[in-house]
């Protein structure tokens, strides 16, 4: 199998206030980095930096206003005097504001973010955009490329940006930004396969309205887990897009057993739906010992989940989501890959 990485994620490394306390990211670059250790350890393929792609390429999944703001906000927090992380900490909620965007930065902040986990920092547009460029190369390779699979090593994440907003450590939708080019180049239809603990909202949100994109996610039920706000199971797709959108929230403490179920059931909605090609979000933060999450998988299930997508017999692209408990996301992370080939 095919990776796709680049050493830029190592661009952006910020802070976030979590638990009332200002501190470096869980999504850090050693994550990353430990994933691309153990891809060389296992011998699982060739390893490739990303084709160069104009923002254009992101524009069918995000509006041409917010690729600006995130193309401009660091310049923007530096003229305004600052050189510390750029974070948000005020936000349009319920009856304020929102169709308009603010003139300064602060108020730009807020008015793109979900939340105070997206730190903006010098390096942080080169690294997104490559991180983005990463998953189109591996659409790429899967379309032309004559590859069945392939293995796109995003950092920074994807899944909560929506269209207008980042959130959760996520700038650019890589699946989506995948998923959308796949549409744009001839598939008819697209599944995107969301395994992170956490509900992927921007996924949701970008083809809530959609036919011709298939979002399934499994996750942490949302009453008791981030993102809160998104990922109940009466969530179905709105328009064209009613039915076309599964949530499988689940309870705290799933192990195997619980979580085998829910694949096989998304397994069976995608086989219904007959893609042309599926996106994994690729989260492997349902490991038990993960710092941030609730589920309780074991290092072997893994290779169960990439034998469970395999037998579904899709072309195939993986885009790393979350995940961090260092030490062993890149057994974990490896072992679906490894699952999938070896099914």
């Known amino acids: 199998m095919l990776t796709y990485y680049s050493d830029t994620h190592r661009l952006h490394h910020g802070s976030e206030l979590k638990d009332g306390v200002l501190m470096p990211c869980f999504e850090m670059p050693s994550r990353a980095d430990t994933v691309l250790n153990r891809v060389l350890q296992q011998q699982l393929g060739e390893v490739i930096a990303p084709q160069n792609f104009s923002i254009d390429h992101y524009a069918g999944v995000h509006s041409l206003r917010y690729l600006t703001f995130l193309q401009n906000a660091w310049q923007e927090w530096r003229d305004s005097g600052r050189d510390h992380d750029a974070l948000p900490l005020v936000w349009p909620v319920r009856d304020l504001r929102s169709d308009l965007e603010p003139e300064f930065i602060d108020g730009k902040l807020g008015f793109y973010a979900m939340n105070a986990g997206v730190a903006i920092t010098a390096g942080t547009w080169q690294a997104i955009k490559t991180s983005a460029d990463l998953a189109l190369s591996g659409m790429e390779a899967i379309r032309h490329g004559g590859q069945h699979a392939a293995f796109a090593l995003c950092r920074p994440p994807g899944h909560h940006a929506a269209r207008e907003y980042m959130g959760g450590y996520c700038y650019l939708n890589n699946a ?124 072997d299930d893994y290779l169960r989940i990439g034998q469970l997508l395999a037998r579904l017999g899709i072309p195939t692209l993986f885009v790393l989501e979350g995940g961090y408990m260092v030490d062993d996301i890149g057994v974990n992370a490896v072992n679906v890959l490894q699952g999938f080939e070896a099914a």
């Open 176 to 299: 989506a930004i995948a998923a959308q080019y796949a549409r744009d180049n001839g598939a008819r239809r697209v599944a995107v396969l969301d395994v992170d603990y956490h509900h992927g909202n921007g996924t949701q949100s970008i083809f809530y309205d959609r036919a011709d994109v298939l979002f399934l996610s499994l996750h942490g039920d949302p009453k008791n887990s981030y993102p809160y706000f998104s990922g109940h199971r009466d969530e179905l797709g709105a328009g064209d897009g009613f039915g076309y959108n599964l949530n499988l929230p689940l309870p705290h403490g799933t192990d195997w057993q619980g979580y085998r179920a829910a694949l096989q059931h998304a397994c069976q909605h995608i086989a219904g739906y007959a893609p042309d090609a599926v996106v994994v979000s690729l989260g492997v933060d349902t490991f038990k010992d993960d710092p941030i999450s609730r589920f309780c998988l074991e290092n």
